[in-house]
């Protein structure tokens, strides 16, 4: 069995709406009950944790939890200042309400509505096998690093990919990962970095394309078309 948090504590700068992110509505739903709605049909999963925005839990819990009846969601929490303090946030929240915990935990974007339940399924089971696991589509555009404006290096794309979520890991290691990085005060970019600093080898797996992440008004349009 396996747990999930579902982080959707961003404000969403990007998109410029006075409506935080997971809460803009697809086809009249929001998009974090779209993101809901997969992992809550998944049977291997047995609880979802939601960390939000402390001024959206009362509306999360009202219009999207209690409407429509995700009976898998065990708490709404606020999240913290970062990303990474939500998730951390989260895994505090697992560890003093669940009991037993489960040898598995997914972390994905309440943002990314398009995962399915098959590719989940993989991922959890690529998890048994590796520990830590996260979805990745190759770079199609070529990649340069840049030092002050100027290209300092190229990098060679058949060795770049662009990382998704959910990011799947072995609760003792993502668990040790957060640990330690906060008593160095590392902040990493995502969930992987931080168990990439164990030594953990991290296992990537063939993403999905339309598993997009929706920040900017572009995306949302892409998203409503694909819906």
Known sequence: MADVIIVAAGEGKRMQDKIPKPYIKLKGKPIIALTLKVFSEIQEIENII?????????????????????????????????????????????????????????????????????????????????????????????IKEIDNGFVHRTLQRNNVYEIQTPQVFKHEIIKEAYEKAYSCGFYGTDDASLVERLGTQVKVVPGLQRNIKITTREDLLYAENLL
């Open 50 to 142: 939601i960390v939000t925005l402390p001024d959206w839990i009362k509306y999360c819990e009202s219009e999207v939890i209690e409407k429509f009846g995700f009976k898998k969601v065990k708490a709404i929490i606020k999240g913290g200042a970062k990303r990474q303090d939500s998730v951390k946030i989260g895994l505090e929240a697992l560890s003093s309400t669940l009991n037993p915990i489960p040898d598995t935990l997914l972390i994905h974007d309440a943002v990314r509505p398009f995962i399915t339940e098959d590719f989940i399924t993989h991922l959890i089971k690529m998890c048994d096998k590796y520990g830590a696991v996260v979805p990745g589509i190759p770079a199609t555009d070529t």
